[in-house]
Every structure is written in C-alpha cells, then in structure tokens.
C-alpha cells in the first residue's frame, strides 16, 4: 500500500507523558490544575496514564457532578484516546457527544475548544478542525496548543505559510515533543531533511525519560530514514523505540518496511500481522495485504484486501474521513477508475494540499487524463518536498505525456531518494529508470 506522507496531525504528534497520580481528587472529581495539563496529554496522542482506568473514573466524576465542565473536556479527550489505542473509532462519536455537552454549559472553555478541535483533525475534518483552533488561539493566544491545531488544519488545507507561522509561534511559546516534531514535520515538507532531523532530535531530549513520547520519536525518526532509503539507521532507530516501549506498532511496522525493503517479505508480513493485530489501522492492513502478496500468500492478502473496506466502512460510519486514502489505495489496483477519479476530486477539494494534489494527480494519470495531472503533480511538488512516491508520480505522469527523457529524471530521482519506496511501484521505476 503507498503511504501518504501526513505526520502533522494532533492524532500523530506529541507532547510529554504525565502520570495519572494526582489527576483525581479522593473524591472522584479532576483537580482543574491537573486538568489542563492532562488534557494536553491526551489531545497530543498519548496516554495520561491507563487511559481506561481514566475513562472509568471520569465517567464516575461525571455521573456525581454532569456539569462539572473540567471533568465532561477530559472525558471527550479520554475517549479520543481510547479510539487511538484500540483503533476503534466508534469513541470519536462518544467523545463529540461529550464535548458538546461541555460547550453547551461552557462555550469558552479551552480544554472543551481545544478537544473539539482535535477530534475533528482525528476525523479527518480539516476545515471544522480549523474554526476550533482559532477559537482556541482567540481564548488563550499565549497557549501553545491553540496553534498545534490550528498549524495542523492549516496544512491539511494547503496553506503552508500561516501553518508555518503558527507552529513557530508554537515552538517559542512552549518548546516540547509536540512543537518541535512540529517543525521537523514543516521542514520535512520544505524538503529540508537534516533540519527535520535536528528538530525531532530535540523533540526527543524534551521526551527523555517518558516511555511512550520516546518510542514515538524514534519511530518518527525512523521514518525520516526510511523515507531516505537509510534501512540501517531505521532499523537501529525502530529497535529503540521497541526498547523505549515493548510491543510498540509503529515500530513493527517501520521494521515491517524495512523487511519488504530487504527482500524479505514473510519477515515483513510477520512483524505487520503483529502491528494490525494490536491496532487495526488501515495502513496495517493495506501494507500487509502487499507483503502477504510478495511472500505468495495470495488468499491472506485477499482477506486482507477485505478488511480494508471493512475497516473503511466503519470509519465513516463514525463520521472519519477517508475519501483521500481510499482514493489512493483504488487508484494503485485500477478499482473503477471512473468513480475512484471522482472520488480523489472530491477528496482533494475538501483537502487541497500537497498530498490532495498528488493523489487527484495520480488518480488523472491512471485514467488517461495526463495533461490535467500535470498541473497536479506540480502543485503536489510545489514546497521542494523530497517524497520517491511523488517523484514516481510526476514520472508516470510525463512517460504518458510522452517525454520520455524526463520520465527517466523523475524515475530516478524516486529510487536515488529510496530504492524501495513501495513494494508495487519501485519495480516498475527501476523498469522504465532504464
């Protein structure tokens, strides 16, 4: 399965761990000035602790005093956080009813605001995303969470500058995990990839002795290499994060590319059968299904290929966005390219940005429409972003165009970036490199 390349989400990045100990007063109800440092926890991707045994006694505050407004915010974080450890998403709707209950008694409160906003990047909802982390800044302009969200819808919807602008102005008001994989992520995007790894190494002295934000930051780091095509320093850095948090996901399935990478495919498809089975995400199950194919186990791939829409269905019935992914997914195996084409239109008009473009570029590519994709492909290029997939993009794209020199160029320059970007693609770059 390709990959879009998307870090910058509240859902992917991260700010310090804090223990549950003191969250709770003796008698059930959340102390407001462990609160607010909770709630950053949570909206950051991380557990404040045994996120179920939070829910429970949250749920126990709330049911004592329902409009206790501190305990209904971190009530609708905590179940956002139990979506992203199970993989379930059918908390994000209990959350939403939650929060919303907050603002009705609280409609300025910044954990409710904020909570709001991330669920909302968690879903997939850029523009609804957006109106909240203004909402969050305008309440508290010297917060540095506020502009997390709103950097984070901000590119999402292609406005690069003023997403910049606002993770910077992060990073100065609280230097964290969360601000400075921030900015590794915008220099990511600029194409700036030694800064990108400087900043997530700071985001990883500003983790040091947190379990899970450490694990995360060297399987982010792990994919800055990979990206690269540098397998042995991601695997050191994916081990680490193995080491830092046993049984970690992203880990196994970082490790899971570099196996395919290797020419190892049943070793691939061990470790993301491992990851899928602990969180059924639906890049897990789609990168399974392409290694359980290479390692000739074609009818688990199929039951793979089947979850995939299983998993997909549930999402949106849960109110999760997926029109862009999907649209990539369907466009890499010819699924009615007439519908999948509409649908990478629709996903890149509520979704205009670098990624949007790529995949509505690849989705006109595939159907005959070279011309148009062109533009696309340009747009999808236009920050300096250094991505093998893009590059093979822009190359199939110009081999249909008939320039076959800078066909070649674009090949090439995907497989000097990563000799393994995609365990379907690379193949055919190598081919037509020729």
Request: with cysteine; glycine share 10%.
């Amino acid at each position: 399965m390709s990959r879009i390349l998307i870090a910058g989400t509240a859902a992917a990045l991260a700010a310090a761990v804090l223990g549950l100990g003191g969250v709770l007063r003796s008698n059930g109800a959340v102390a407001p000035e462990r609160a607010r440092a909770a709630a950053s926890v949570l909206a950051s991707g991380f557990a404040a602790g045994d996120t179920t045994a939070l829910v429970a006694q949250l749920q126990t505050a709330v049911r004592r005093d329902p409009r206790n407004v501190h305990d209904l915010g971190l009530l609708g974080l905590a179940y956002q956080q139990r979506a992203r450890e199970t993989g379930d998403p059918s908390w994000y709707p209990k959350s939403g009813g939650i929060l919303a209950r907050a603002a009705a008694i609280a409609p300025r409160d910044l954990i409710v605001t904020s909570g709001l906003g991330s669920l909302e990047l968690s879903r997939h909802r850029f523009a609804e995303a957006l109106v909240y982390g203004r909402r969050a800044v305008a309440l508290a302009p010297s917060s540095a969470a506020g502009y997390g969200i709103l950097g984070d819808s901000l590119v999402e919807l292609g406005r690069y500058g003023a997403a910049f602008r606002a993770f910077d102005t992060m990073a100065r008001l609280k230097p964290s995990v969360a601000s400075y994989a921030r900015i590794a992520y915008a220099r990511e995007l600029r194409g700036d990839w030694l800064g990108a790894v400087d900043a997530m190494r700071l985001a990883g002295y500003s983790a040091a002795g947190r379990q899970e934000p450490t694990a995360w930051v060297h399987a982010q780091l792990g994919k800055l290499f990979w990206n690269r095509g540098r397998y042995a320093a991601a695997t050191r850095e994916y081990r680490a994060a193995l080491a830092a948090f046993p049984g970690y996901v992203y880990a196994l399935d970082g490790l899971a590319q570099v196996a395919a990478a290797q020419g190892r495919p049943r070793r691939a498809a061990a470790l993301e059968r491992r990851a899928e089975e602990t969180i059924p995400l639906p890049q897990f199950v789609g990168f399974l299904s392409e290694v359980e194919r290479a390692a000739g186990h074609d009818r688990a791939a199929r039951r793979s290929d089947a979850l995939i829409g299983v998993i997909d269905r549930v999402l949106h019935a849960n109110g999760v966005r997926t029109d862009l992914e999907l649209a990539l997914i369907r466009t890499d195996r010819g699924i009615d390219p007439k519908g999948t084409l509409a649908l990478a239109r629709r996903a890149q008009k509520a979704r205009p940005s670098i990624d949007g473009d790529d995949v509505l570029a690849w989705a006109l590519a595939r159907s005959g429409r070279c011309t148009e994709a062109l533009g696309h492909s340009q747009r999808a290029l236009r920050l300096g972003t250094r991505d093998a997939l893009k590059f093979f993009h822009r190359g199939m794209i110009e081999r249909c165009l008939g320039d076959a020199s800078a066909a070649r160029m674009w090949f090439h320059r995907a497989l000097s970036l990563n000799p393994h970007f995609s365990i379907r693609w690379s193949p055919v770059a190598r081919r037509y490199a020729s």
